[in-house]
């Protein structure tokens, strides 16, 4: 068996906006990999830049000229050698220069080209002999901000994680049903409710903020005792995206309300403490640590997780770990670029007792790797949505690894 790299390709296609991506393949003599990009809408400044100027074409032109000739004859085994090229070839320390798109979608495809070398499914060549937990699915069911249109609620995700699932096809038609049990209360509370969802399948409705919470909690209540699991609502706050820099404040336009710092963190507390919220995202601006600490001091069985503040980069975390801002982080590849970069912040997440979160972006393909580096890197949790085939399919790819597993599959320890 030899995964020597015989030949890299490139294409542009479409995500899930309709917008256009990256997509790789790579070729090893006993091998096959292929990765598309995802995009996210509310992106945190500090991300790797996603093209270099001109976009998607010229990402491919650099990928052909500079990129292909260097790989062909690498072995695809040596990941971090060839995540390392990449740093090299780009000589930028944000992926300018060839795109960190284009990069994501080596890096993966040149994982999964290395796994199917050997005969195994990605997760258990990135976990080796361990690998056999399942992440507890944490999906989106209700939001708005970046990711919806017209009047929606100013947080931008409603989720729900279903605690004390036996397994994680349980565990994903728990959050199915809550799902569900939202839109029948949502067409209840509003006639003139149209189904409305946003970009990761989630219902979109005209609602105020707590309003929506307390629907979202009540739908999770229900579920726990029909299903006896137990299932919490969580947010992603994605603050940064209604925080107001110049004047300090949060903009709450649903509710007509400015919140500063001080009353962010109050505000924050008491829905976590009223609502047993479980996880809670992006509080906070992205470059406001201290809020973060504060509230990570003050709560407790709630997981304060950071996505834009770190955007699955080793060095925003360290600063995060030094000042226990946080308790839990977003692992996006593509917010840093290589695979390598995102193994290494999960490690130093895990060994500072940071939870690492998968996640996918609100801008997807329906490629399933996520749910092979979810179990792959051990992640106790994975970000994604409920419905959708962009999602679901995340959701299915897991399902079928519970099966691949067998009698070794249990669902993480959290
Ligand atoms: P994205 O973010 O739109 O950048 O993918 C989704 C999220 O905030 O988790
Ligand atoms: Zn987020």
Redesign the pocket.
Known sequence: MSSVIEDVMARKLFNSRGHETIEVDIITADGFGRAAA???????KAEVVSYPKGGVDAAIAKLEELIAPELVGMDAEEQNDIDALLHEIDETENFSNIGGNTVFAISVANAEAAATSYDLPLFQYLAGYGGNELPYPLGNVLGGG??ALGKTTDI??YLVIPFKARCFSEAAAANILVHNKIGASLRKADPNFTGGRG??GAWAPNIENEEALKIVAKACEDVSSEMNVECRPCL?V?ASSFYDPKKGVYVYSMEGKKRDSGEQLEFMLRLIEEYNLAYV??PFDEDDYESFAELTKKVNNCLICG??LFVTNSQRLTKGIEMCAGNSL?V?TNQVGTLTDAWETTRLAKRAGYVPVM?????ETTDTHIAHLAVGFNCPVI?TGVLHGERVAKINELIRIEETLGNRAQMSRL
């Open positions: 995802p995009a996210g809408a509310s992106t945190g970046k990711h931008q995700e970009d990761e992603d994605a995202e992006d996505d834009d977003i996006k996640s996918h972006r609100s801008g970000k």
